[in-house]
């Protein structure tokens, strides 16, 4: 089955620069899917962060725009999150999330159009 993995977080002075890894096995078939990011802070929704799909289109949440950039490298299996300019209110838990098909453009950034979610990595910022 698909599996979801990510690393990369840490504590940040604000500011600063992270990278998100989120590596993906189980046969995932990135050509017909959508990837993306998600986090949550303790008592809030789950927020879209970035998502990209098969074709490479990205999508972003408005309060990451233009500091963070979603990609991946198919031929490592892998999806990543490149953040700059972190705030002290991106500080969350931040989730890999993958589709099992297509995702309207609309509901790319809708934690509830995903399949599989990685157990999130840490993200602080102060």
């Known amino acids: 089955h698909v ?3 990510e690393s990369g977080g840490g504590s ?8 998100l890894s989120c590596a993906v096995s189980g046969g995932y ?3 017909r899917d959508c990837m ?3 986090r949550q802070v303790p008592g809030q929704d789950r927020e879209g962060v970035a998502a990209i799909n098969s074709d490479g289109r990205t999508s972003y949440g408005d309060s990451v725009k233009g500091r963070f950039t979603i990609s991946q490298d198919n031929a490592k299996n892998t999806l990543y999150l490149q953040m700059a300019s972190l705030k002290v209110e ?8 993958a589709s099992r098909g297509y ?9 509830t ?3 599989y979610w990685g157990q999130g990595t840490q993200v602080t910022v102060s």
Request: proline share 0%.
């Open 3 to 5: 599996q979801l993995v």
């Open 103 to 111: 995702i309207a453009t609309s509901r790319r950034l809708v934690a």
């Open 90 to 97: 991106d500080t969350a838990m931040y989730y890999c999330a």
């Open 12 to 19: 940040v002075q604000a500011g600063g620069s992270l990278r």
């Open 36 to 38: 993306g990011w998600f």
């Open 29 to 31: 078939a990135y050509n």
């Open 113 to 115: 159009a995903y399949n």
